[in-house]
Nanobody, 116 residues
Framework: QVQLVESGGGLVQPGGSLGLSCAASGSIGSFRSTGWYRQAPGKQRELVASITRDRITNYALSVKGRFTISRDTGKNMVYLQMNSLTPEDTALYYC??????????WGQGTQVTVSS
């Protein structure tokens, strides 16, 4: 059983930047992928970015070029750097860990609000 704890959310103005962190209680290096999802009020949870064990990254079209996912397997940490934020990025952001059997572990989420 792996526990994930996100941090770094908050209120930021449009055009600003924010960095999210996710701390895993166990080793993340052996998992299929790690990633970030988000869910806005009234909407379904959606993939924001993911990175595989082989460090192949995948981004939602809406965040490509603005967000960067990274991870430090030595520290069991996953990061999401978000730049040029817009109000449409406002959501609850979840850290995700996916096993080779496609079982998902989730964090409790961290709120990101983009508003002037």
């Amino acid at each position: 059983q792996v526990q994930l704890v996100e941090s770094g959310g908050g209120l930021v103005q449009p055009g600003g930047s924010l960095g999210l962190s996710c701390a895993a209680s166990g080793s993340i290096g052996s998992f299929r992928s790690t990633g970030w999802y988000r869910q806005a009020p009234g909407k379904q949870r959606e993939l924001v970015a993911s990175i595989t064990r082989d460090r192949i990254t995948n981004y939602a079209l809406s965040v490509k070029g603005r967000f960067t996912i990274s991870r430090d397997t030595g520290k069991n940490m996953v990061y999401l750097q978000m730049n040029s934020l817009t109000p449409e990025d406002t959501a609850l952001y979840y850290c995700n860990l996916r096993t080779w059997e496609f079982f998902d572990y989730w964090g409790q989420g961290t709120q990101v609000t983009v508003s002037s």
